[in-house]
């Protein structure tokens, strides 16, 4: 069965942007970094992503993977050359309710959890999402669902700003499978859900 590895980028204390939505500065990222995560991306052919994390990260390299620049004019890296090429490749699948599908992305937009539990069972490689916290408490809540937690954290530590595991209803409990330390301070880190443990009652409880 396919692999749903969640994927995202946070700080130190689990903010993925700042309270206007910005990412944070510095921004310890550059070509190890984008070098290592090519090699992850490798292993999907799938990218599942909420709307707006869609509209701000794909259209930027598939610019990037068209052109050789982003729209934006900044430099671009031999590295973020071959990382643009990679997600270029990957089949996009959009959470939304609201955005059109498309001949470069479809939409997903009824039961998620139970399409991506469908699709976990199909022939392929394993299958990246990228959401903000209402979408993966959902997708995180359906046990089973969400086998790894694929983390870039920041050593960064923000005043304000939405936290990835906020809106959780239930715990997770996670297994350290890998992490990379890069020079500039990001830490890639692999999580793997373990099931959560069985409660026994013992004599006298109730």
């Known amino acids: 069965m396919r692999k749903l590895v969640f994927h995202l980028q946070t700080t130190l204390d689990n903010r993925i942007s700042r309270a206007d939505g910005n990412l944070w500065e510095p921004f310890p990222w550059g070509p190890p970094e984008t070098e290592y ?3 992850l991306f490798r292993e999907c052919d799938t990218w ?8 701000e990260i794909v259209p930027w390299w598939d610019a990037v993977a068209a052109d050789g620049r982003p729209p934006d004019g900044s ?4 590295a973020d050359l071959e990382f643009a090429a990679v997600q270029h490749g990957l089949r996009k699948v959009v959470i939304s309710r609201s955005l059109p599908a498309s001949g470069d992305r479809e939409v997903l937009a009824g039961d998620v959890a139970a399409t991506l539990s469908a699709m976990k069972r199909t022939a ?3 299958i990246l999402l990228s959401c903000g916290p ?3 408490a959902r997708l995180a809540d359906t046990e089973g669902l969400i086998d790894e937690y694929l983390l870039s954290v920041s050593p960064v530590v923000l ?3 939405p936290r990835l595991f906020d809106a959780l209803s239930a715990d997770l409990a996670l297994e350290l499978v890998a992490a990379r330390v890069f020079e500039a301070g990001c830490i890639l880190a692999r999580y793997r859900v ?3 443990p069985v409660e026994v009652s013992r004599p006298g409880d109730g």
């Open 124 to 126: 392929g490689k394993d």
């Open 134 to 136: 209402a979408t993966l």
């Open 194 to 196: 373990t099931p959560a």
């Open 37 to 39: 995560l090519t090699s």
């Open 48 to 55: 599942v992503l909420g709307r707006r994390m869609y509209e």
């Open 75 to 78: 430099a671009v890296t031999a």
């Open 159 to 161: 005043s304000d700003g």
